[in-house]
């Protein structure tokens, strides 16, 4: 079975400081996997994904990750905090196309100004 | 395209009450999947439908919920009765079925349910 830890449940940074939330998967496929983000009272947005192909892979508003097979990782980071930031980041993985997502129970960014 | 649709997006019922989540997925989309965001569990799959079958419905609590999708562009999730450990956030998302290898699921805002 696949399983997702993502380790920090709160990660707090000051603003322009570096992000880096991190992920740690299990599946006895190559996965693809995924980092999502959702703000307060709204639904998940990707952010990034990996599939197959170039392991550093980059996503929106300056966010990227790499996927590490070795360490069974995918961390995401971003070099400089916004305000904006600020909002839940899950990371998922899924073992085939149409198949449904496992989650990690999320890590919650505040950005300190 | 107006992306997947939810409704109601807020619903406060009392406990025994039936409910009913509605969701829209977008139009071409064949893949539907229900899931459900708690403080305790994170966010975790109930079922998912491709072409409107149900393919996997393991992560159902009880019989007392209940998944339809009658056609390609509706799906209800019932809870009946329902009881207050059914307070959560329930997502519906969708995703094409293509012949690529991967395909993108796409969320709804949520359905945010408190069982008083």
């Known amino acids: 079975a696949q399983s997702v830890t993502q380790l920090g449940s709160h990660v707090s940074v000051s603003e322009g400081a570096l992000v880096l939330l991190r992920c740690n998967y299990s599946?006895?496929?190559?996965?693809?996997l995924f980092w999502y983000v959702q703000y307060p009272n709204q639904g998940l947005q990707l952010l990034l994904k990996y599939t197959t192909g170039a392991t550093l892979v980059k996503g929106i508003n300056g966010f990227e990750a790499e996927f590490k097979k070795s360490e069974t990782s995918f961390h995401l980071t971003k070099p400089s905090a916004h305000m904006s930031d600020a909002a839940e980041y899950f990371c998922a993985v899924q073992n085939s196309g149409n198949t449904p997502l496992v989650f990690g129970k999320g890590t919650r960014l505040s950005v300190i100004a | 395209d107006a992306g997947v649709i939810q409704s109601p997006r807020h619903e406060v019922t009392e406990m025994g009450q039936e409910v009913t989540l509605r969701c829209k997925p977008i139009s071409g989309h064949n893949s539907l999947f229900w899931y459900r965001q708690t403080m305790m569990r994170g966010l975790e799959l109930l079922i998912y439908?491709?072409?409107?079958?149900?393919?996997?419905d393991s992560g159902m609590p009880e019989d007392r919920f209940s998944a339809k999708m009658p056609n390609a562009s509706f799906s209800t999730l019932k809870i009946q009765p329902s009881e207050p450990r059914d307070s959560a956030v329930y997502f519906c998302a969708s995703s094409p079925s293509t012949r690529s290898s991967y395909n993108e699921q796409f969320f709804g805002p949520g359905t945010r349910l408190t069982v008083l």
């Open positions: 439908f491709n072409n409107n079958v149900p393919i996997d």
């Open positions: 599946s006895s496929v190559p996965p693809y």
